[in-house]
C-alpha cells in the first residue's frame, strides 16, 4: 500500500471505490439505454474518468456546490444524486432529478449542491468563483467547484474566474479534467502549453497536475485544496490527467482522431482496476454486486416512471 492509501481507512477505501463503480455501472446502463432509444438527445459519459469525481467530492460536504459540464453525471452521482433520479432524468421522466424537463445537460439539485450540469463549454468556472464569492460575503467556510474539461480550460471564462477568484481568495476548487481532447481535438494542438497546472502561477495561486487516474492521488490534492479554501486561504487549480474511454458522445465516431494503442494503454490503467488491485478482492466484488442491483433497480424504476403530464408545460418555469 501507497503512504496516501494509509491515511485512508479500509472502509474510506471501499467507499471510494463504491462510488466510482456506482459511476461506471450507470454510465454503462445509460449506454445500452441510449442504444436502445431510451435517450433523447445527446449522452456523455465519464466511463474511465470517475477517479476525479469520485476523490474530489470525498472532501465535500452537502452544503458545498459543484458546477459541471456536459459530461456531468458523474459529477452528479458522487455529489448525491441517485442513480434511479439520474436514468428517469435521462429518459424525460417526471421522477427525473430535474423532474424529466432538463436530461443529460440539465441535471440539478440544490439538495445535495449539485448545481447544476451544463452544454455550455465553460460558465461553470464562473459560476463556481460567483459561488465562493457569496460564501465568503455569508462568512461560511463553504466552497464552490468548478468541474471543467481541457477544452474549457481555452476558454475566457478560465481566465476571469480564476483571476477573480485569486484577488478575492476565494474558496474554490478549479478541478481540470484534463481527458487530452476536446471532442476530436489533442490539447497538444489547441494549448499553446498543455500543462494546463501551470497556468495557475499567471494568477499566482497553486497549481497541481495529478494523475487523474489514481483516485487517492485526487482524493489528496482535493483534500488540501478543500481545506486551504475552507481556512480562507484562496483558490486551488488542479489538473487531473485522465481519459475517456468510449466516444465524445453516444452515437459518435471513435476513430481518426486517436489510436486504439492509446485507448489501450489507458484502459489497462483503468481508475477501478487501480484502486481494486489495493483492496480485498471478496470486497470489491460484494460491492460490485451491490451496486449492480442498485442500478438494475434504478434502470426498472426509471423506465416505468411517468412522462411529465403536457398540462404541467409551464409549471417551474417561473418561482412561485
Ligand atoms: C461555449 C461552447 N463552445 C463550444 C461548444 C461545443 N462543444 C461541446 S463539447 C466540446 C468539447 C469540450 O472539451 P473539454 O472541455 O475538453 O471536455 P470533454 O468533452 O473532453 O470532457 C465542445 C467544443 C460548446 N458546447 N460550448
Ligand atoms: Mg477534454
Same mark, same amino acid.
Request: contains cysteine.
Given at each position: 500500500?501507497?503512504?496516501?492509501?494509509?491515511?485512508?481507512?479500509?472502509?474510506?477505501?471501499?467507499?471510494?471505490?463504491?462510488?466510482?463503480?456506482?459511476?461506471?455501472?450507470?454510465?454503462?446502463?445509460?449506454? @445500452?439505454?441510449?442504444?436502445?432509444?431510451?435517450?433523447?438527445?445527446?449522452?456523455?459519459?465519464?466511463?474511465?474518468?470517475?477517479?476525479?469525481?469520485?476523490?474530489? /467530492?470525498?472532501?465535500? @460536504?452537502?452544503?458545498?456546490?459543484?458546477?459541471?459540464?456536459?459530461?456531468?453525471?458523474?459529477?452528479?452521482?458522487?455529489?448525491?444524486?441517485?442513480?434511479?433520479?439520474?436514468?428517469?432524468?435521462?429518459?424525460?421522466?417526471?421522477?427525473? &432529478?430535474?423532474?424529466? @424537463?432538463?436530461?443529460?445537460?440539465?441535471?440539478?439539485?440544490?439538495?445535495?449542491?449539485?448545481?447544476?450540469?451544463?452544454?455550455?463549454?465553460?460558465? $461553470?468556472?464562473?459560476?463556481?468563483?460567483?459561488?465562493?464569492?457569496?460564501?465568503?460575503?455569508?462568512?461560511?467556510?463553504?466552497?464552490?467547484?468548478?468541474?471543467?474539461?481541457?477544452?474549457?480550460?481555452?476558454?475566457?471564462?478560465?481566465?476571469?474566474?480564476?483571476?477573480?477568484?485569486?484577488?478575492?481568495?476565494?474558496?474554490?476548487?478549479?478541478? /481540470?479534467?484534463?481527458?487530452?481532447?476536446?471532442?476530436?481535438?489533442?490539447?497538444?494542438?489547441?494549448?499553446?502549453?498543455?500543462?494546463?497546472?501551470?497556468?495557475?502561477?499567471?494568477?499566482?495561486?497553486?497549481?497541481?497536475?495529478?494523475?487523474?487516474?489514481?483516485?487517492?492521488? &485526487?482524493?489528496?490534492?482535493?483534500?488540501?485544496?478543500?481545506?486551504?479554501?475552507?481556512?480562507?486561504?484562496?483558490?486551488?487549480?488542479?489538473? $487531473?490527467?485522465?481519459? @475517456?474511454?468510449?466516444?465524445?458522445?453516444?452515437?459518435?465516431?471513435?476513430?481518426?482522431?486517436?489510436?486504439?494503442?492509446?485507448?489501450?494503454?489507458?484502459?489497462?490503467?483503468?481508475?477501478?482496476?487501480?484502486?481494486?488491485?489495493?483492496?480485498?478482492?471478496?470486497?470489491?466484488?460484494?460491492?460490485?454486486?451491490?451496486?449492480?442491483?442498485?442500478?438494475?433497480?434504478?434502470?426498472?424504476?426509471?423506465?416505468?416512471?411517468?412522462?411529465?403530464?403536457?398540462?404541467?408545460?409551464?409549471?417551474?418555469?417561473?418561482?412561485?
Amino acid at each position: 500500500m501507497t503512504q496516501t492509501t494509509d491515511k485512508l481507512s479500509k472502509d474510506q477505501l471501499l467507499s471510494l471505490y463504491r462510488t466510482m463503480a456506482v459511476i461506471r455501472r450507470t454510465e454503462e446502463q445509460l449506454a @445500452r439505454a441510449h442504444q436502445a432509444g431510451l435517450i433523447h438527445g445527446a449522452c456523455h459519459t465519464y466511463v474511465g474518468e470517475e477517479a476525479v469525481a469520485t476523490g474530489v /467530492c470525498a472532501n465535500l @460536504r452537502t452544503d458545498d456546490a459543484v458546477f459541471s459540464t456536459h459530461r456531468g453525471h458523474g459529477h452528479a452521482l458522487a455529489k448525491g444524486v441517485s442513480p434511479a433520479a439520474l436514468m428517469a432524468e435521462l429518459f424525460g421522466r417526471a421522477t427525473g &432529478v430535474s423532474r424529466g @424537463r432538463g436530461g443529460s445537460m440539465h441535471l440539478f439539485a440544490p439538495e445535495v449542491g449539485m448545481m447544476g450540469t451544463s452544454g455550455i463549454v465553460g460558465p $461553470c468556472i464562473l459560476q463556481a468563483a460567483g459561488a465562493g464569492y457569496s460564501f465568503k460575503l455569508l462568512n461560511t467556510d463553504r466552497v464552490g467547484v468548478a468541474f471543467f474539461g481541457d477544452g474549457a480550460s481555452n476558454n475566457g471564462a478560465f481566465h476571469e474566474g480564476l483571476n477573480m477568484a485569486s484577488i478575492w481568495k476565494l474558496p474554490v476548487l478549479f478541478i /481540470c479534467e484534463n481527458n487530452l481532447y476536446a471532442t476530436e481535438i489533442s490539447i497538444n494542438q489547441s494549448a499553446g502549453n498543455p500543462n494546463v497546472a501551470e497556468r495557475a502561477v499567471a494568477y499566482n495561486i497553486p497549481g497541481v497536475q495529478v494523475d487523474g487516474n489514481d483516485v487517492l492521488k &485526487v482524493y489528496e490534492a482535493a483534500r488540501e485544496a478543500t481545506l486551504r479554501a475552507r481556512s480562507g486561504a484562496g483558490p486551488t487549480l488542479i489538473e $487531473c490527467r485522465t481519459y @475517456r474511454t468510449r466516444a465524445h458522445a453516444e452515437g459518435m465516431r471513435d476513430a481518426g482522431y486517436r489510436s486504439a494503442e492509446e485507448v489501450d494503454a489507458w484502459k489497462a490503467r483503468d481508475p477501478l482496476k487501480l484502486l481494486a488491485a489495493q483492496l480485498p478482492a471478496a470486497d470489491v466484488a460484494a460491492i460490485e454486486a451491490e451496486v449492480k442491483a442498485q442500478v438494475d433497480a434504478a434502470y426498472d424504476f426509471a423506465r416505468n416512471s411517468p412522462y411529465p403530464d403536457p398540462a404541467t408545460a409551464t409549471t417551474h418555469v417561473f418561482a412561485d
